[in-house]
């Protein structure tokens, strides 16, 4: 992988380890039973809410004063409720999930002079207003959304890097095809597909009436009327199954217009917090859809590099939210960061120097590696599901 | 709850988008795409619901309800406390749905729901949900050796097993009954919905129909075979025998486990053409009844006591020396009993031979594997005229801990505690 994702990648990792030192006076504590926490009354800094089912979100107090401030959570018995945001305004500036009842936890967040409101989605009472009084609000909703601001200018940049990588593949590719070296042509191929493989979901934002720049270069054989199918795997078929060039040139210039087509569209387009998300839980459906069954590269059967691929684009998708998320909510940005892990290493472990494409064929996995990605690639998704509403607001 | 209650059918939703942007824009509390208010309806106590509390799980001695999920999981986190969360998230969960409430939270658009939603608007059907640990929870993973029960042991290899790896096993199993089966599915796809990035679905069976009767106001169904069996069922009116044999007692060497008990899921594949072939009496003296009206060839009635020591004429036992109703009889198991809550199923058509896969899932409570399940099914296992007709493909053991006291218990709280 080329620079700019490592250092993009780095950069998010800073950013959460300092989030993590924000909240180092104990967040995190989902597993522990109900009755534990203790209470500090009287302390302006610390704020102890129990949900239950008859009163929703009680607080035991109303007033907060300005600075680090820490929720602590116990849900006795509200069996709808599951967790609890604190809000400034609209923007959720802290949260706590997966508090079925019987369970505790907390959270920390810096806060400063003004109105707040106590969220518990699925409570009796769901919400209930808290005042701090002291320093006024420091710039810490700003400086969300500045962070949030900046990764999507990251990932901008990440896109058109990649699209420009994807466009030198594709004339690499054709200049091949227009050759007479088979496996130099092979090659070629497996070379060039990683780079539409990571930012797939932008290049099917522009299909719109019989356009469909997505089907012109990614479509699978039936997808598309056979007189219309072209792109990646109809040279793929022909360099993989018929193992001919004869008749591919055409393919071969056809992508490299439909890619530069791509670069054209893609230049300087502008990105918001919540589309990265949703990108990122697409590329992943992308896995889930046709990966999984080995069905996107069936004559190549190079599909585990199109998993690599997909995963690449949608953790940094992921990653330029994360400096912003972990603001606003550290616990699910560090979930979906180490599935993420758990993910990269499980694709890892696949890795090959035998094929062109760095990865084992795909014929060569059994059912229960495909079982153990499938479920590695859910467990991402489920909390990568819940981002876009994070960075919304 | 004290949510307000409004009937919520899927038409009234869609029909009601207005009055939904009504309701927010009255809220006027600022909370622009965040909050759109759900009702659903009151927990109204009735003929659909099963209360989710009490002294032990709902779903072994309720009486038996038409349809069932039955789903096993294996834990796939290294992490025990993502395990109770895990528990947590699905004892409140139970909770909602038996109550007919969606799986809880708030409704954002920029969000999934959190419940799928194929049961909204549809009443709980006497839905039970019942959860329990198999043997390989207690492994080296998550610290849990030492609270293994000893009844909890391995099942051994019992003669007449066939069984799929795929079908077997499991480190959580959950069981859901419900008169309507999508009521049921739903607790099962919700549930793997929770336990992402936890625990992933081992295997699941559909049951179609049940063939046990766990109330004297039940009559008894029939299995695929056409015979009723297990007539002499475990009955809930019955507290002598539920204490006897089902409910895990004071005596056991694992306290959490007070107040649950033991099940044993196998997988029953009955090979049903060739019973079809079989002629009546013929079937008749495999299951030791008739098959008419289910007396046993010593009786009249369904309920009549099998007289075992019966001869004909001819100095011949009326109801055969290996008939199914002698071998699974207390008489023959020093009084042993199981509580079965069984159900027929069918997963279409073998592949391999374009015949039924179709059986019953059985599904037997009891308070000690070792002195109940395990003797009877060797004895029928080894013996019992129905093998030739059976095969045991599938094999699961769970300790189902003690009923949920009320919100803030989860299953095996004192087991992670």
Request: aromatic share 6%; charged share 20%.
């Amino acid at each position: 992988m080329p620079l700019p994702s490592i250092r993009q990648l780095t950069v998010a990792a800073v950013a959460l380890a300092m989030a993590g030192g924000l909240s180092a006076c104990g967040s995190d504590s989902s597993d522990t039973p109900a009755g534990s926490a203790s209470t500090t009354a009287g302390d302006p800094h610390t704020l102890n809410v129990t949900i239950s089912a008859a009163d929703g979100c009680a607080s035991d107090r109303k007033t907060l004063d300005a600075g680090a401030v820490t929720v602590k959570i116990t849900n006795r018995d509200a069996t709808g409720v599951s967790e609890i945001e604190l809000l400034s305004g609209e923007r959720i500036i802290g949260e706590k999930e997966n508090l079925p009842p019987g369970f505790s936890g907390n959270f920390t967040v810096e806060v400063g002079a003004g109105t707040y409101t106590l969220y518990c989605p699925g409570a009796a009472t769901e919400k209930s207003p808290l005042t701090v009084t002291g320093a006024a609000a420091s710039s810490a909703d700003t400086s969300t959304d500045a962070l949030l601001a900046a990764g999507t200018k990251q990932w901008g940049e990440y896109v058109e890097t990649q699209v420009g990588y994807l466009v030198t593949g594709a004339r690499a590719l054709s200049t091949a095809l227009k050759g007479t070296d088979l496996a130099a042509a092979q090659t070629a191929y497996k070379k060039a597909r990683s780079y539409y493989e990571k930012i797939e979901p932008v290049a099917e934002s522009f299909a719109s009436g019989s356009q469909d720049l997505d089907a012109d270069i990614d479509a699978r054989e039936g997808d598309v009327p056979a007189a219309r199918w072209r792109g990646f795997h109809r040279i793929e078929k022909g360099l993989f199954a018929d193992k001919k060039l004869a008749g591919l040139a055409t393919f071969g210039d056809g992508l490299v217009t439909n890619t530069k087509k791509l670069q054209a569209l893609t230049t300087g387009l502008t990105y918001k917090p919540f589309e990265l998300a949703n990108g990122a839980q697409e590329l992943l459906d992308e896995v889930s859809a046709s990966k999984i069954t080995g069905e996107e590269e069936r004559y190549s059967h190079i599909d585990l590099l199109d998993v690599q691929s997909n995963v690449e684009g949608a953790e940094q998708a992921f990653a330029d939210l994360q400096p912003g998320l972990a603001k606003i909510d550290p616990t699910l940005a560090s979930t979906v960061s180490s599935q993420f892990t758990a993910l990269n290493t499980l694709v890892g472990k696949y890795r090959s120097t035998t094929d062109p494409s760095g990865f084992r064929l795909y014929t060569t996995l059994t059912n229960d590696d495909k079982k153990a990605l499938a479920a590695a690639v859910k467990a991402v998704q489920e909390p990568l599901s819940r981002v876009a509403s994070k960075v919304t607001r | 709850m004290t949510a307000v209650p409004t009937p919520p059918s899927r038409r009234r939703f869609l029909g009601g988008a207005l009055g939904v942007a009504g309701a927010v824009a009255a809220g006027g509390a600022g909370f622009g795409v965040g909050e759109v208010v759900r009702r659903h309806p009151a927990e109204a106590a009735g003929p659909d619901r099963v209360p989710v509390y009490g002294p032990h799980q709902a779903g072994i001695a309720t009486p038996a309800q038409d349809r069932l999920v039955f789903a096993a999981f294996d834990v796939t986190a290294a992490d025990r406390s993502a395990v109770a969360a895990l528990l947590g998230s699905w004892a409140a969960a139970a909770a909602q749905l038996t109550a007919g409430l969606p799986v809880g939270g708030g409704v954002d658009p920029q969000r999934p729901p959190l419940d799928t939603g194929e049961a909204d608007g549809l009443p709980p059907a006497r839905l039970t949900v019942t959860v329990g640990f198999g043997p390989s929870l207690f492994d080296h993973r998550f610290g849990l050796a030492s609270r293994r029960p000893a009844a909890l042991a391995d099942l051994p290899a019992l003669p007449g097993d066939a069984l799929d790896a795929a079908r077997t096993g499991g480190d959580l199993g959950v069981q859901a009954c419900s008169d309507d089966p999508q009521v049921a599915f739903h607790v099962v796809r919700n549930f793997a919905r929770l336990a992402r990035g936890t625990a992933v679905l081992r295997w699941l069976q559909l049951g179609f129909g049940r063939t046990s009767t766990t109330s004297e106001a039940q009559s008894t169904p029939r299995n695929l075979m056409g015979f009723k069996d297990g007539t002499r069922n475990i009955k809930a009116e019955d507290a002598q025998a539920l204490a006897d044999h089902v409910w895990v007692g004071a005596r056991t060497d694992q306290p959490w486990m007070t107040g649950g008990s033991y099940a044993v899921v196998r997988r029953i594949r009955m090979l049903v053409e060739s019973w079809d072939t079989d002629s009546l009496a013929d079937q008749e003296r495999v299951f030791g009844r008739t098959k008419d009206t289910g007396a046993p060839l010593t009786g009249t009635a369904e309920f009549d006591q099998p007289d075992l020591a019966a001869k004909d004429a001819a100095g011949l036992p009326v109801i055969d020396p290996n008939a199914h109703i002698r071998l699974a009889a207390p008489e023959t198991n020093g009084g042993q009993k199981l509580l079965r809550r069984g159900y027929s199923y069918t997963d279409g058509v073998d592949p391999a031979t374009n015949l039924l896969d179709a059986g019953l899932f059985f599904i037997a409570y009891q308070q000690d594997p070792r002195r109940q399940f395990v003797p009877i099914q060797s004895r029928l296992g080894g013996t019992d005229n129905l093998n030739e007709y059976i095969r045991h493909t599938g094999s699961a053991l769970f300790a189902m801990p003690p009923g949920l006291s009320g919100p803030g218990d989860w299953y095996g709280k004192p087991l992670f505690s």
